[in-house]
Nanobody, 118 residues
């Protein structure tokens, strides 16, 4: 079983920045794809960004210009730097780790709240 623990959420004013972190434990394999998703009140969970162990990155259209995903493979930790935050970025942000080859898994963190408000 894989456990993911997020940190770094909080309250920030519009235009501000936050950096989220996610550290795995348990039966985590370094070849996992790691990513971030978010869920705003009353909305479905949506993709934000992902990164492979080899450094291949994907972003959602809504986050590509303001968010930066990175990964420390030595620590198996993934980060999401969020700049120029907007009220519509308010959501619970979830870390995800998955493998599509054995051992296959799709693990989620408990989520961290990001609130953008003046």
């Amino acid at each position: 079983q894989v456990q993911l623990v997020e940190s770094g959420g909080g309250l920030v004013q519009p235009g501000g920045s936050l950096k989220l972190s996610c550290a795995p434990s348990g039966n985590f394999y370094s070849g996992s794809i790691m990513g971030w998703y978010r869920q705003a009140p009353g909305k479905q969970r949506e993709f934000v960004a992902s990164i492979t162990s080899g450094g291949t990155i994907k972003y959602a259209d809504s986050s590509e210009d303001r968010f930066t995903i990175s990964r420390n493979n030595a620590k198996n930790t993934v980060y999401l730097q969020m700049d120029n935050l907007k009220p519509e970025d308010t959501a619970v942000y979830y870390c995800n780790a998955k493998r599509t080859t054995p051992p296959i898994y799709n693990a989620w963190g408990q989520g961290t709240q990001v609130t953008v408000s003046s």
